[in-house]
């Protein structure tokens, strides 16, 4: 299991710091489930793992919350994205991991000048009039500073962090290969796919870092809403932008945190509620393009009830099959239709196996619960946390796209309700949605998807002569495989190999004491202690072989 957990030897000393954070906590049983404090001791005895007792008081979601935090930037944004996975984690799971949020002190005043030079290759009193030391917002990644263009136009400044990226990466290598230990020790949890989850969560820190990729992710959503006057994102300004630092256009404003004071401003907090739903809504099944987090930190209201959305480092991107997808579910729950439901929820199962009649029956008892309750009053959030248990039941999970939409929506209609008690988000899905139906039978349309249609089946029809001759050729010569996908296939090959090589030292072992008894009978070479020298050496390498292997037997049956 060495090589499972330890990825190099550069992340061993960051290894050592997450399983004792994890005993500290009281995730012992886990740790060693995963075999990282054995791994950890093969590596060297330098390693004086400590092994406090945990906190046996608190329940598990809020231990490993706990640990998340002090494990740092990487592990912070993995319980951000696992918050989004209501198809995975029950409630209690997800309110805990909302509750993550980056402690993480500014960077000193004297070191931001060095890195805006290091970034921009100019110094900063050369590139602005004005720029602020102190930090205005401060995360994980980055942080973000007041600054005057020479110009004197007021700007943003986010800034990374320095040594961000190695260690971000660092951690992610480990994570990768946790996730992989997690499918091979923990059966059960195969199927929520932790491999691919950890895969997502890297690709989607990536580009989070990359702070010019959040430039252009702005760019996007300014394009999709220039023609409407009371949504606004601030714009980029490219000369100053490039992965380690993002400048753009200062907004100012009510933070949406601070909903007691929108009266005070002059500002209405029923009209903001309804033209933010409205912005995130044309963003998810117009644009298939949105904000990932909408919470109140990522969201500014100005003068004239205007909304502008910052923080575009975690977006969602939806295709128009999925926004067809969706539009069949919340179809399908105002008809209370629950064949077309199933249809759709067994289609993001992917390959995952389901039992079509009992997730049937589960669907028909689930609309039953809906049956009597108007639209107007339904409760998206509680809807989709029902769905969520129900499908999680089945051991169905999520497409990532579609668990980070859900959470979208969750965030929407939370943020909503601060500002409206009266707010509901079905009211403003329910325009959208009839605009959506009707549009797929318009002639434009249907002319369209008619051609598409035609297209594809010609094209198959063209490959398939092609298709078939090369599978009668692949099996003329002996080139047609099947590919089976067993699980622990290569734990069970570790093991066989491990028992190959005790049964191969027991051997040698043998043959040793064979050949030194031989020895010993004939007086004649060196002596040692009055007995032949070769004879006594190949008792004792006997004996330590006879150790090691009594040793090894009993560990095997301990692990086990």
């Known amino acids: 299991m060495l090589k499972e957990t330890l990825i190099a030897m550069r992340d061993l000393p960051r290894l050592k710091e997450i399983t004792g954070i994890l ?20 590596a060297g005895a ?8 945990g906190d046996e008081g608190l329940p598990p979601p809020v231990r490993v919350r706990l640990a998340f935090e002090e494990l740092g930037p990487t592990f912070i944004k993995l319980g951000q994205i696992l918050s989004t996975r209501v198809d995975v984690f029950p409630q209690e799971w997800i309110t805990e991991f909302e509750k993550l949020q980056s402690h993480v002190p500014p960077l000193p005043p004297e070191q931001v000048p060095y890195l805006v030079k290091q970034a921009l290759g100019q110094p900063i009193e050369e590139l602005f009039g004005e720029f602020e030391m102190e930090p205005i917002g401060s995360a994980s990644i980055a942080q973000v500073h007041r600054a005057t263009l020479k110009d004197g136009t007021v700007v943003a400044v986010k800034l990374r962090r ?11 290598r480990i994570l990768e290969h946790i996730a992989g230990l997690i499918e091979l020790e923990f059966p059960d949890a195969r199927r929520y796919q932790p491999t691919e989850i950890v895969n997502e969560f890297a690709r989607s820190l990536n580009r989070e870092m990359n702070l010019a990729i959040e430039a252009r992710n702005m760019e ?20 100053y932008t ?14 949406a945190t601070r909903v007691d004071t929108l ?11 309804d033209r933010g739903a409205d912005a995130v809504l044309r963003m998810i099944l117009i644009n298939g393009f949105f904000h990932a987090d909408p919470h109140p930190g990522n969201v500014i209201f100005q003068p004239d009830n205007c909304i502008a959305f910052i923080d575009f480092g975690m977006v969602g991107r939806i295709s128009h099959a999925r926004r067809d997808e969706i539009v069949d579910l919340l179809a399908a729950l105002s008809g209370r239709d629950e064949r077309a439901m199933i249809d759709v929820l067994i289609e993001w199962t992917g390959t995952t196996p389901v039992d079509e009649d009992k997730f049937a029956d589960d669907i028909g008892e689930f609309m039953f619960q809906y049956e009597h309750v108007p639209l107007k009053d339904l409760n998206i959030s509680q809807l989709i946390v029902d769905i969520m248990a129900l499908i999680r039941d089945h051991g169905i999970v999520l497409p990532p796209d579609m668990a980070m939409l859900f959470k ?30 009707l549009n797929r039978y318009t002639p434009k349309t249907l002319l369209k998807r008619g051609k598409q249609t035609l297209v594809e089946a010609m094209g198959m029809i063209g490959d398939l002569p092609r298709d078939l001759i090369r599978l009668g050729k692949d099996v003329r010569h002996g080139k047609f495989r099947i590919n089976f996908d067993l699980q622990r296939l290569d734990s069970f090959g570790r093991q066989l190999d491990r028992t190959a090589n005790r049964l191969t030292m027991g051997i040698v072992t043998g043959c040793l004491i064979i050949g030194s008894s031989i020895v010993m009978t004939v007086n004649a070479g060196p002596k040692l202690f009055g007995l032949p020298f070769f004879g006594f050496l190949g008792f004792m390498v006997a004996f330590f072989n006879s150790i090691w292997l009594i040793w090894s037997i009993w560990r095997a049956g301990k692990e086990w």
């Open 220 to 239: 996007r959503f300014r394009r999709d809403f220039a023609d409407d006057p009371f949504v606004h994102v601030p714009g980029v300004y490219w000369d």
């Open 408 to 437: 979208a929506l969750i965030t929407l209609e939370g943020l909503g309700r601060q500002l409206n008690p009266d707010f509901q988000l079905v009211e403003h899905l329910t325009p959208f949605v009839r605009e959506l139906i």
């Open 162 to 172: 320095p040594g961000i990226v190695p260690k971000v990466q660092a951690d992610l």
């Open 23 to 42: 005993f500290r906590h009281g995730l012992g049983q886990f740790a060693q489930r995963l075999k990282l404090p054995r791994a950890l001791a093969k």
């Open 242 to 255: 490039n992965p380690a630092v993002n400048v753009q256009d200062f907004i100012d404003g009510q933070a």
């Open 46 to 53: 330098w390693l004086n793992l400590p092994l406090p007792e």
């Open 263 to 273: 009266q005070a401003a002059g500002l209405d907090p029923i009209t903001l509620a």
